[in-house]
């Protein structure tokens, strides 16, 4: 399936986003364990009040609910760690698995952690890789030591088990810690739910026995989906473009609400404000000049990396970012998917280190008639889409990936004057 793309002629509108998936999940797993593991569908709503609808949050709430035997999360890196976590303390045997990309993305350091802390996991197939036999019981818990620079979702899923385990959990972080917002979230999170759980150095966690309680809480919409629209705010011909998004805090669990800084340098401005019934929201307008070069390192915002990527390239602004060293094992290896997809519209994007994108304008020929490629990655097919106001129409295959995390992308294209067809 391939859809072609067509401007609007201005981009003056109010957008509502998608629930925070980060949140979601987060919420979903301590929500999960604070009830003794038995997670009633029909309850959720009201316990957990605006709950994301993309997919990766869609698979967690089935797993959780139904708890069958074999669980599928499909594509959900995110589903895969927190469930490795809780499954391993929750009574029971389980095999987790998902799609042929998952089933590649490794997960050896946080199986290995999770067996130090007594953890009965073996590999259902590849070692180092999913599927894996997951049979769940009560730990001791006790002391880890982790790289600082894994994915903060294996962090994240240490953290959440901790509460839950005889002695709780130290876990010590060795070099520099990335993304460290996504933790701070989780911290939070868990606090929310009355665990103690605090960093006692800028290197080690402590998180104490105890357990969750089981409470109501409200989800925030998602920053990282607000990025889509900061970049058609960026790009349109529009020459007074004003964007509403609603139930965006300034005061924000995720670390992606760095975009509202991020995007100052190309021209879009954040106002901060609250609807009638007080809920709060932000306005995006257009203020000053884009920058004339940008440098940003995305150590901690790794997921907002694309979309900047291709903004500055479509505005000619070069860049270098840095921090980029997880975009190799997210849904696809994103670096090299830029830098292909790129190409195909003419721009030649420089790699360095696995870890470094840099662009300093330099050009190649372009393909006549383009289809951009998504590697059954969301964030390529949002990030690409806002091209079509530079390029005037562009077409996109496999659209339907936007669901892992956007599932009314395209019609909110629609509803602000795209042409989709």
Known sequence: MAINLFPPQNMQA????????SISNRALI??????????RKEQLGTVLRNISDCDDTFVMVRALTEMPDTIDIMAAGTAMRFLTAYLSVT?????ITGTERMRHRPIGILVDALRQLGAQVEYAGEEGFPPLRITGDRHKGGRLELPGNVSSQYISALLMI???MGEGLMLSLTGNVVSRPYIEMTLSIMRDFGAKAVWTSDHELKVMPG????????????????????QMMALTEDKAPCMVLPALFAKSLQGDSAISQIFRPLGIETTFEKDAEGVERVRLSRSGTPCSSMDYDFVNQPDLAQTLVVTCVMLGIPFRFTGLQSLKIKETDRIRALRTELRKLGYDIQEQDDSI???NGERCEAQENPSIDTYEDHRMAMAFAPCAMKLGSLRINNPEVVSKSYPAFWEDLKKVGFKIC
């Open 30 to 39: 301590i929500h999960a364990l604070a009830s003794g593991g038995r997670v």
């Open 162 to 164: 901790g509460p839950v």
């Open 91 to 95: 009574p029971g045997t389980h095999i």
């Open 14 to 21: 109010e957008v509502i986003l998608p629930a925070s998936k």
């Open 357 to 359: 994108l840099y662009w």
């Open 211 to 230: 357990g969750y309680q089981t409470i109501p809480y409200l989800i925030e919409n998602d920053w990282s989906a607000s990025s889509y629209w900061y």
